[in-house]
């Protein structure tokens, strides 16, 4: 062990909400690792306490449910910041709902912004949560954390 090395906890500090919204979902057929699913994006909103914006239609959610009922999503959209600027976000996210025990779904996610006001999003790892607003509405809410 590097005990002479400090520990160091990872924190977490909330970026942005975005609620997107879904198109029906296409399916694509199996493959040896299991059923594949795209969910085209429509649009939406995003907003936390230094940016805010809306969710550009003309992105997807690729998704493997694999043969163990595990969904391994790997979504990629751009944002609008209320400035024009559009920044990138590829979300890689992993659902487990067993059944009897409580939901999993946490992802990674790389964010891509142009230089100038939004470029400190480029400057950091990130994380975040994914949940349903169905019955209610045909969309998604994503929390976005940095650690810190």
Not at 26 to 53: K, N
Request: with cysteine; proline share 8%; glycine share 10%.
């Amino acid at each position: 062990m590097a005990g002479a090395v400090p520990l160091v906890l990872p924190r977490t500090e909330f970026v942005y909400e975005a609620v997107c919204d879904l198109a029906p979902t296409m399916m694509l057929g199996d493959s040896p690792l299991g059923e594949r699913r795209m969910v085209p994006i429509t649009g939406g909103t995003f907003e936390g306490p230094r940016i805010r914006g809306t969710v550009l239609p003309g992105g997807a959610d690729r998704q493997l449910v694999r043969h163990d009922g595990v969904r391994q999503l790997d979504a990629l959209y751009e944002l609008r910041a209320e400035d024009g600027a559009v920044i990138t976000v590829r979300n890689r996210v992993l659902v487990d709902d067993p059944q009897g025990g409580p939901r999993y779904a946490f992802s990674t996610l790389e964010i891509t912004a142009p230089e100038g006001p939004h470029a400190w999003l480029n400057r950091g790892v990130y994380v975040g949560t994914l949940d349903s607003l169905r019955p209610a509405r045909a969309a998604v809410c994503i929390r976005v954390y940095k650690v810190v």
